[in-house]
């Protein structure tokens, strides 16, 4: 039996490994969370205290601010495609849930396109088709983030596809999950409505959410100085490994 002691030592616990595979990889804090929540408290309990970690986390990833600009002017159509899909999304189908078949078919497209990559097998997306793919791949993106609330595919393949510098792709997934995140909030609260049977829950969760920053935070800095230690190709397999087990976790 689980007592709020033990609860929120548990939720401290998995925010601070959620967190430090997220400083790792780049992405994970959302399905890592959500999967070993789920194990002591209620889904929508815990989709409230993963708001501001997953969303403070994101912004985090997204530094350094000096390069931003850039970034934003490089990718700039793409968030614009994020935005439009989630908000079109939401409005076509209802939200995160609405297909249920939607998980299980992105799950087995995650898992071939990370054994495509852990195959060593590459792509390059020629700088002039750039900034339309980036609108088309937002777009899609968006659209898969609005039924599934997973914001990955195909974003971080065509980001990897654009051969940015470690450093330059994490600051591009940031950018691209704070994007989606905001898109699906503002998306979900537009369409919200029958919610009060899981209020009380929702606003218990969201009190607690702020402090599952700290370990969520802490947890994502032990992460990055891990990272910074492992070769470029250690840190490519362990990015497809990452989305391999999303794949795999999704399907079922």
């Not at 990833?61 to 989630?86: E, K, N, S």
């Amino acid at each position: 039996m689980w007592n709020e002691g033990w609860m929120a030592a548990a939720a401290i616990a998995v925010f601070g490994l959620a967190g430090c595979v997220k400083g790792v990889v780049g992405l994970g804090l959302p399905t890592v969370s959500m999967a070993l929540l789920a194990v002591f408290m209620s889904p929508a309990q815990a989709a409230a205290l993963l708001l501001l970690p997953s969303l403070v986390t994101n912004l985090v990833q997204m530094r350094p601010v000096a390069g931003l600009r850039a970034l934003l002017q490089r990718l700039g159509w793409m968030q614009l495609g994020i935005v439009l899909g989630t908000l079109g999304g939401v409005a076509l189908w209802g939200g995160v849930g609405s297909l249920s078949a939607a998980r299980p078919a992105l799950g087995l497209a995650l898992v071939m396109y990370a054994l495509w990559g852990l195959s060593g097998l590459r792509w390059q997306t020629p700088v002039p088709h750039q900034a339309w793919l980036g609108a088309a791949c937002g777009l899609l993106t968006g659209a898969i983030t609005a039924v599934t609330g997973v914001f990955v595919v195909p974003a971080v393949a065509f980001l990897q596809s654009l051969g940015l510098a470690r450093p330059a792709l994490m600051q591009a997934m940031g950018l691209c999950f704070t994007t989606s995140t905001l898109a699906l909030g503002a998306g979900l609260l537009w369409q919200s409505q029958g919610l009060g049977v899981q209020a009380q829950d929702l606003g218990l969760g969201l009190l607690a959410s702020a402090l599952m920053l700290i370990p969520a935070l802490a947890g994502m800095h032990w992460g990055e100085l891990l990272r910074e230690k492992l070769s470029p190709e250690l840190f490519r397999k362990l990015l497809m490994l990452s989305l391999l087990v999303l794949g795999v976790y999704l399907c079922f």
